[in-house]
């Protein structure tokens, strides 16, 4: 499950892309970045905190760690990355979601398997297989699969986040 791709035009989003290949192969994010993006975690239709909280307690035993926000991006890419938290001088993951999430038209079920989904990319290491980087290889399509509304969830993800990624990108509202 990828979002729509796309090829950053911003350094910003630049930079989050090598993040996050650099966490896919459990290496350290870039260490020249002091700042991390502004974590916002309310959107104008959904509260990330409440639903990484309810996905954290059902499908981990409460036992992630991680901070969650509303993505910058214009793009559809949700993503996971580990950051430096400035104070602490602390790695913590940060996961991301696209505000096409964040809309009228999204059902709870949509966030939270989108939120899931990230989750997932905090507790299940990426794979090496001939010299690949696999990252949504067969243990974690099998555990993505345990979502309970995953079909329903999947299904929204392919056809109606790209139909908000659009309306977004042409400054609609959602």
Known sequence: ???????????????????????????????????????????TYHDLNQVLAAVNETYFDGALTCRITWSNRVGGLSFHSVRKDPITGENFHLISISKGYDAKNCPLYAVAGVVYHECLHVVIPVEEHNG???????????????????????????EVLPRNIRAMRRGKEL
């Open 1 to 43: 499950m990828g979002g729509t791709c796309h090829t950053p035009q911003d350094p910003e989003e630049q930079d989050d892309e090598k993040d996050q290949v650099l966490a896919d192969k459990g290496e350290k994010t870039l260490e020249s970045r002091s700042k991390i993006p502004p974590i916002r975690p309310k959107g």
């Open 132 to 158: 690949r980087r696999v990252v949504h290889g067969r243990i974690f399509r099998q555990r993505e699969r345990r979502y309970i509304y995953f079909d329903e969830w999947n299904r929204w993800h392919k």
